[in-house]
């Protein structure tokens, strides 16, 4: 709706222009009516209206002087004026406030009609290109944000970032917000809803921020430092943003200060490696970065950052795989003198690593990658984790249909091999899977052990044999896989509670 306000002392010229758009235009809504030019000040302030229909001559003082004052507080407003006097002077003065429509009285319909048509369309433009200029400066901001992290060489140097943003001089720091769900893979659209809801509430917030693109779960954000406690920061954004994420929790890592905007990249590792903290932490929604987790950054173990990165990546569990990795990365990095050649090889290598446990899981996909082409350690993390990211994804698909299929394969023929000794290895190479990853799949899913299941097929198929007395006890343990019958009769009363004879007496 096009909001309007009609300025006239006359009540009859109000009434007249109201019947005009409200019989002729469905989007138009009288907002206010003002009967001198001091009222019209003073109901545009409270009511903010599109567009003015403002009488020129008026007590307190004229319409001319009434929309100086209006226009230096709404800029945006469009104002037609309305005058029984078709002076030359009266439009030189209206041209000087920006406005081009004038209505002579008495107006026709369709002149009325007609101007009021010129402003709208007028608005509609500005407003499409207010939104656009929103996009465009969304865009430059997270292009921003990416910049500073990868360390890019970009066509914009510093001077191109001040014509669209705030940057000159900036003293700051970094935060990443990161979305825990319990949904394993939620929706695209979901995903969406998080961000917007964390951009309106930073916006909503006094702090003078960045917003950078979401990736994964996390959102990367430059935040002016100010007279604030970084803390502060975090609790103010978790309290007002928490509110409204019903099927998430949001949680923050915050990076030491920076005055150079060149440093933000290590701010930025600093609240990774904040966030990361917060997870260990039950309970905990944020954590600044401080001068005590510096020194444990430099005891972290290489060796067990990888074995539990890779156990998450089995598990499909892609946050709390895109977690592990920024910490394993910061791990490889000091242990390479932040060399990058070094660097490169060791997270090669590591996707190497990768491609064998797939296969060991019955993925058998090449997820080698080379990382030559990038020049520092910031292009190598990122471009690692949308690849790693990737994986995760391929893993959490698989395991959610080719598992139950390949676990339903080895059950099937667990029942008809069971007279034999059948291995477990035996049973892993059959379905494609490495026998110790069978062994924890098979328990994983069905809540018992190979040995067990095996055990229990074995019995069920002898409870059967028993109630034909006509078949002895030799040849049923023979028949359902034991050579001493001993040893069947054994087993068969640790499970049972009862021996082979008393089940057969007891029962057939």
């Known amino acids: 709706m096009i909001k309007v306000m009609l300025v006239d002392d006359e009540a009859i010229e109000r009434e007249g222009i109201r019947m005009i758009l409200e019989r002729n235009r469905s989007n138009a809504e009288i907002i206010a009516e003002a009967k001198n030019g001091k009222e019209a000040v003073e109901l545009a302030t409270t009511h903010r209206p599109d567009i003015i229909l403002m009488d020129i001559k008026m007590p307190e003082f004229d319409g001319l002087v009434a929309i100086e004052q209006i226009l230096q507080t709404l800029p945006e407003t469009k104002c037609i004026m309305v005058s029984a006097f078709d002076t030359f002077q009266y439009a030189k003065r209206a041209m000087k406030f920006g406005i081009k429509e004038y209505l002579l009285k008495p107006s026709k ?7 009021y048509d010129r402003m709208v369309a007028e608005l509609s433009e500005k407003n499409e290109l207010n939104e656009r200029l929103e996009q465009a400066s969304a865009l430059v901001e997270m292009e921003f944000i990416l910049t500073l992290m990868m360390d890019h060489v970009h066509e914009f140097n510093a001077e191109d970032w001040t014509k669209w943003l705030d940057v000159e001089n900036t003293k700051g720091f970094a935060a990443v917000f990161s979305f825990q769900s319990k949904v394993l893979r939620p929706a695209r659209e979901q995903k969406s809803n998080w961000y917007r809801t964390l951009k309106d509430g930073l916006t909503r917030l006094p702090y003078d921020v960045f917003v950078g693109p979401l990736t994964g779960y996390q959102v990367p954000v430059f935040v ?3 007279d604030y406690r970084m803390d502060q920061f975090a609790r103010d954004v978790i309290q007002d943003i928490q509110r409204e994420l019903h099927d998430c929790q949001l949680c923050v890592g915050v990076g030491a200060v920076i005055t150079d905007l060149q440093d933000f990249s290590r701010s930025y590792q600093e609240a990774l490696y904040a966030l990361e903290q917060v997870q260990t932490h039950s309970g905990a929604k944020y954590q600044v970065y401080t001068e005590q987790m510096a020194e444990k950054r430099k005891e972290r173990i290489h060796f067990e950052e990888e074995k539990d990165l890779l156990e998450a990546i089995k598990k499909g569990d892609s946050q709390q795989g895109t977690l592990l990795f920024d910490g394993y990365f910061q791990s490889v990095q000091q242990n390479a003198s932040y060399q990058v050649q070094i660097i490169q090889k060791t997270i090669e290598n590591f996707f190497i690593i990768l491609t064998r446990m797939m296969k060991e899981l019955g993925l058998d996909r090449n997820i080698q990658m080379s990382f030559d082409q990038f020049e520092t350690a910031t292009q ?11 994986v995760m994804m391929q893993i959490s698909e698989w395991r959610s249909t080719g598992v139950q299929g390949l676990l339903m394969q080895a059950k099937e023929y667990i029942e008809a091999h069971y007279q034999r000794n059948i291995t477990l290895e035996e049973v892993a190479e ?11 799949l098979f328990k994983e899913h069905f809540q018992f052990t190979f040995v067990e299941y095996v055990t229990q097929t074995r019995l069920t198929k002898a409870k059967d044999l028993l109630l034909d007395e006509r078949v002895s006890l030799k040849e049923i343990a023979l028949t359902v896989g034991y050579k001493d019958p ?16 008393e089940y057969r007496k007891q029962y057939s």
């Open 109 to 115: 319909v369709s002149e009325v009609l007609e101007a």
């Open 224 to 226: 002016k430092y100010g």
């Open 380 to 390: 190598i993390r990122e471009a690692a984790k949308v690849h790693l990211q990737r």
């Open 430 to 440: 059959t379905v494609g899977l490495s026998s110790y990853y069978f062994s924890k």
């Open 486 to 501: 001993n040893y069947f009769s054994r087993v068969f009363k640790k499970e049972t509670g009862l021996s082979p004879s």
